[in-house]
């Protein structure tokens, strides 16, 4: 049953959690255009679009969109074999038409055929490219761009070389605002007194007091004094006419050019298929467990290339690291991407000036502490304990993310996946059903005696459908097997829909081990069921 989303109703909360996420696209922004061989407006367009326009048609209330990392390579190839960037930005369109079809034609629903363990092995894995990433910039060694994620790095390094690195090129006032930095933003959330100024983000005193810092340490001369290539460096227009300039418009000529087409496709194809991955964790990281319409996805996502094509944008996709630092700051809709957009274009139009003061120390601060959240122990033991079969896609997952790349992480722990799903039910069928029901009626949810992470789709839609107010039991009388999806899929609906919705919910036949079972003050509240 869909509601209304009113997009000012948390509106402190997602002011703040769309500041943070500012602070961390600006750089990202401008470091994946560098890296793809683009101008560097053009992922500030693709930012402002991403963040505005798809943030407005998405239905998701945690994903934020913007300039991928793993679009990067795909774009440098295209621009350089294509032979100029306006040729280019026409392939973008055309990627956008192909995505607004995927989207008509129900492309989406393929999302909901990946298991959990395999979106949070995804997750971790992203997690732990971040750290090893943003490390060697807390240190003050800039030599990556802002938001790769490869292991190959494009200077013929890689991640782990570049940590060994380091130590040839420590700058001592990157260590002290990296460090600063840290405390401020672990200690917001802990110290009394701090928690008064709960409203004003901790990312935003940490990169004032940054700034602050360093404008010290150069006004004094201190040694600590962090150089301007260890900054923001956002490009300022000196006048109207490089102002005019930022702005490039497709060239349609080559739309009849057989390699135009091709990247077209290509970019499409890659850039929905990171999209529907980023919507999937983003509805796990959503703490009120809403689901994303991912068909409306990709309609938004074609939108807004179309859009940012048109105006000398980058390709764009729904994006895990500005989407967990988004879910993180404790955004509650999808007002905070539509903040985001909106600062990343008054900001560089207003004060560029002041942001290339901002020291990239402070922005790998804030990062580290995003990677950590999404790749905290208690994931790794969480999947340990449910056993080999949850646990090896999970960890395979995470490994090729870190060495290769997401879509073959993704790949190998979906294989994984299918490989220990069939093993386990090479000679049993499943059945999944579901009773019709009217308004004022209980509805019976009866599963089926295998229930695997194939069931997923079937019955997050039945979740979702069943209205407020109702009554509904879920039997599992007849089941030998159900997986850890669903389980959780249960639980959150039980524990947090159920609750927000006033839906009173019966489990019966659950084993004892699933800990779903009415128990306790939940016994005063079960209803007697219809024949």
Request: one cysteine or more; glycine letters at 8%.
């Amino acid at each position: 049953m869909s509601k209304k989303i009113n997009l000012f109703a948390n509106l402190k909360s997602d002011f703040a959690s769309g500041l943070v996420v500012f602070l961390v696209a600006l750089p990202l922004c401008l470091g994946i255009a560098m890296a793809s061989g683009a101008p560097l407006f053009s992922g500030i367009i693709s930012g402002v679009i991403g963040g505005i326009v798809v943030g407005y048609l998405s239905t998701s209330h945690i994903s934020v969109s913007g300039p991928a990392a793993g679009l990067t390579a795909i774009v440098l190839t295209a621009i350089t074999d294509l032979g100029a960037f306006d040729i280019f930005l026409t392939a973008v369109f055309i990627a956008g038409l192909i995505q607004l079809a995927l989207g008509f034609l129900k492309a989406g629903s393929l999302s909901n055929y990946i298991p959990t363990n395999v979106i949070e092995g995804m997750l971790a894995g992203i997690g732990i490219i971040i750290i090893l990433k943003q490390l060697p910039h807390a240190f003050g060694y800039d030599s990556d761009f802002e938001g790769d994620l490869a292991f190959s790095q494009t200077d013929g390094s890689n991640t782990l070389t570049s940590l060994l690195g380091i130590v040839d090129y420590v700058q001592l006032g990157s260590i002290v605002i990296t460090a600063i930095s840290l405390i401020i933003l672990i200690a917001w959330d802990k110290v009394p007194f701090l928690q008064k100024l709960k409203l004003i983000p901790a990312a935003l005193i940490a990169v004032t007091i940054g700034v602050v810092l360093n404008e010290v340490f150069i006004a004094t001369g201190s040694s600590l004094a962090i150089a301007k290539e260890h900054l923001v460096s956002l490009p300022i227009p000196t006048s109207v006419e490089e102002f005019k300039q930022i702005i490039v418009t497709p060239n349609f000529s080559g739309i009849t050019n057989p390699k135009v087409w091709v990247v077209g496709l290509t970019i499409a194809i890659v850039a929905s298929i990171e999209t529907l991955l980023c919507i999937e964790a983003a509805d796990r990281m959503d703490i009120h467990k809403r689901y994303t319409d991912t068909n409306v996805e990709l309609k938004a996502q074609g939108i807004g290339n179309i859009a940012s094509s048109l105006l000398g944008g980058l390709p764009m996709t729904s994006v895990v690291v500005r989407s967990s630092a988004n879910a993180n700051a404790g955004a509650q809709s999808k007002m905070s991407s539509i903040i985001h957009g909106s600062l990343l274009l008054l900001s560089v139009l207003t004060i560029p000036a002041l942001l290339n003061k901002i020291p990239l120390a402070t922005l790998a601060a804030i990062l580290l502490l995003v990677g950590y959240k999404l790749a905290k122990p208690a994931t790794f033991k969480h999947f340990w304990k449910n056993g080999k079969y949850q646990f090896a896609p999970f960890i395979a997952t995470l490994l090729a993310v870190v060495f290769l790349d997401l879509l073959k992480g993704v790949a190998l722990g979906l294989l994984i996946s299918v490989f220990a799903i069939l093993r386990g039910n090479m000679k049993r069928a499943y059945i999944f059903r579901k009773e019709e029901y009217h308004d004022g009626d209980v509805i019976h949810i009866d599963l089926a005696q295998e229930v695997s992470f194939l069931n997923k789709a079937a019955i997050k839609t039945t979740l979702s459908k069943i209205p407020e107010n109702s009554k509904v039991v879920i039997n599992a009388q007849d089941t030998v097997y159900i997986a850890h999806d669903v389980l959780d899929l249960i639980k959150e609906f039980k524990k947090i829909r159920a609750k927000e919705e006033n839906i009173k919910v019966k489990l019966t036949g659950f084993k004892k081990e699933y800990e779903l079972e009415n128990t306790g003050e939940e016994e005063k509240h079960v209803f007697v069921t219809q024949s």
